[in-house]
């Protein structure tokens, strides 16, 4: 083999040897906590179906918006929290009367964040945990998935997922407003 080639072979074989070693680093890291929650890579794509919750399209969550009792719409995309205060890095829009509770989709959350959950879930339901909840985010977002199972963990019973979330909303063509996490704590 020539020359030239064995120095241009060598740089390919180190850089599939390192994505080799990466996938299997990425392999070894658990997707789920021992609770059943995603604690890794969010944004991938998601199931189909989620016990304890009806999955929404956009025309099914149009035609629940126009029931009564209205559902409560719970924006769960993270926002960067530094220093005790939400930091805004890019601006984030969300559906038309939102409440975005930042960062509780997280698979893994501190008491401090799971007490903000609770709490805010329980104010804006004024404890009633019947209350219809649609929870979302973006795409292919394992956030919302996880907030919907910690809602029914702490027995809310009329839940739903909007799973492609605000992603869909938009292709739809349908209005956002700019958005603003609830205060923390």
Known sequence: MPRARRCLLRPSLAA?????LLGVA??????FSADGYR?????????????GASILDTPALQTLLAQTPRPLLIDVYRRQWLQGRFIEDQPHENLPGSHWLAN??????????????ARKL???TAGDRAQPLVFYCRSDCWLSWNAVRRAAAMGYKTLYWYRDGLDAWQAANLPVTPAQPEPFP
């Open 16 to 20: 599939l040897s390192l994505s080799l």
């Open 26 to 31: 990425q392999a070894d890291t658990p997707l």
């Open 39 to 51: 604690i890794g890579l969010y944004r991938s794509p998601t199931p189909n179906q989620l016990q």
């Open 104 to 117: 509780t989709g997280d698979g893994d959350l501190t008491p401090e964040w799971r007490d903000y959950f």
């Open 122 to 124: 329980n104010v804006l």
